[in-house]
Antibody, heavy 120, light 109 residues
Framework: QVQLVQSGAEVKKPGASVKVSCKVS????????MHWVRQAPGKGLEWMGG????????IYAQKFQGRVTMTEDTSTDTAYMELSSLRSEDTAVYYC?????????????WGQGTLVTVSS | EIVMTQSPATLSVSPGERATLSCRAS??????LAWYQQKPGQAPRLLIY???TRATGIPARFSGSGSGTEFTLTISSLQSEDFAVYYC???????????FGQGTKVEIK
């Protein structure tokens, strides 16, 4: 079964960048479709982007385009999400979540989450 | 972009009672709908996919129904561990921007 383990909490200043990792075990990254979802304090779930298995590319939500980069290291089965030009509104828990190699995709399982705090 | 709307925002239920949560899509998503449970400080957990199929290990008191634009999650007899926030997610349309509903909090009455 798939397990996802994320990197630890981060505190960043406005304008900085953060890179969160998500280590996959039980499967290889090439067998999965990796996505990133964030949750601001007390708020709902927001999809940020993920792997499109039909064209083999990563797609980003319009809101984050230009600021987010999602990459994968298949040699270590680790996915990364880097968010730049951080602002206070980016304070949130960031989750990696996997799905099938299909666009029609629910998310299961999820990583445990990484709290990113943006504060001066 | 499909908009997912959940109701009510908060549901107050006594232990042992039935809870009925609703999720509406702004256009048809066929049966491509999932439900998740999230407890404080935890990641979401998949409960239901395909609108009505329970995920592995999910108790039978959780059931999902509906298709098209109207969906329901029913918890037949609430246990203490079921008090949580529940989210629906459509996966019929790509890309999945705005894929989640805003959540329904099930609290103890």
């Amino acid at each position: 079964q798939v397990q996802l383990v994320q990197s630890g909490a981060e505190v960043k200043k406005p304008g900085a960048s953060v890179k969160v990792s998500c280590k996959v075990s039980g499967y290889t990254l090439t067998e999965l479709s990796m996505h990133w979802v964030r949750q601001a304090p007390g708020k709902g779930l927001e999809w940020m982007g993920g792997f499109d298995p039909e064209d083999g590319e990563t797609i980003y939500a319009q809101k984050f385009q230009g600021r987010v980069t999602m990459t994968e290291d298949t040699s270590t089965d680790t996915a990364y999400m880097e968010l730049s030009s951080l602002r206070s509104e980016d304070t949130a828990v960031y989750y990696c979540a996997t799905g099938l190699l299909s666009r029609a995709n629910w998310f299961d399982p999820w990583g445990q989450g990484t709290l990113v705090t943006v504060s001066s | 972009e499909i908009v997912m709307t959940q109701s009510p925002a908060t549901l107050s239920v006594s232990p042992g009672e039935r809870a009925t949560l609703s999720c509406r899509a702004s256009q048809s998503v066929s049966s491509n709908l999932a439900w998740y449970q999230q407890k404080p400080g935890q990641a979401p957990r998949l409960l239901i996919y395909g609108a009505s199929t329970r995920a592995t290990g999910i108790p039978a008191r959780f059931s999902g129904s509906g298709s098209g634009t109207e969906f329901t999650l029913t918890i037949s007899s609430l246990q203490s561990e079921d008090f949580a926030v529940y989210y629906c997610q459509q996966y019929n349309n790509w890309p999945p921007e705005g894929t989640f509903g805003q959540g329904t909090k099930v609290e103890i009455k």
